[in-house]
């Protein structure tokens, strides 16, 4: 009998092999104590690197920050700036919104800015130039 769960985490870690390729660290950050105070590095989360893969030009979604109280406004579409994903069976916590993205080799800070989970090891997260 195949064991189907072992062959889709093969499938995974194959798929992370060739697509991650971007090594990147993931910068968490904790707001500031009110809104007039500067966000920071988050100390009780530790940064990581990993290596995922960042696209620059994702699709426009329909991904919204905040829904309008008035039922009669349509939430538009948003833009981002790039998108990553990476394998994240591996990883000691998930990023939260507006934890930092670095591309290591570019030397490029993304903030997160939405998440698309699939139900797979391998989620989406939404970015924006830092």
């Not at 889709?8 to 809104?35: H, I, K, M, N, S």
């Not at 699709?59 to 994903?85: C, E, M, N, Q, W």
């Not at 919104?97 to 698309?116: C, H, L, P, Q, S």
Request: aromatic letters at 12%; glycine letters at 6%.
């Amino acid at each position: 009998m195949v064991d189907w769960e072992a062959a889709r985490a093969f499938t995974f870690e194959a798929c992370a092999e060739v697509f991650d390729y971007t090594l990147c660290r993931l910068q968490p950050r904790r707001r500031g104590l009110t809104a007039n105070h500067v966000a920071g590095d988050d100390p009780s989360r530790l940064a990581f690197e990993f290596k995922g893969t960042i696209d620059l030009e994702p699709p426009s979604d329909r991904i919204p920050r905040h829904f309008s109280v008035d039922t009669g406004v349509k939430s538009g579409t948003v833009s981002y700036d790039a998108v990553l994903t990476a394998l994240v069976t591996s990883w000691p916590y998930q990023p939260d919104r507006n934890d930092y993205v670095v591309d290591v080799a570019a030397g490029v800070t993304w903030t997160i800015v939405a998440k698309e989970q699939d139900g797979t090891a391998r989620p989406a997260w939404y970015l924006s130039r830092a």
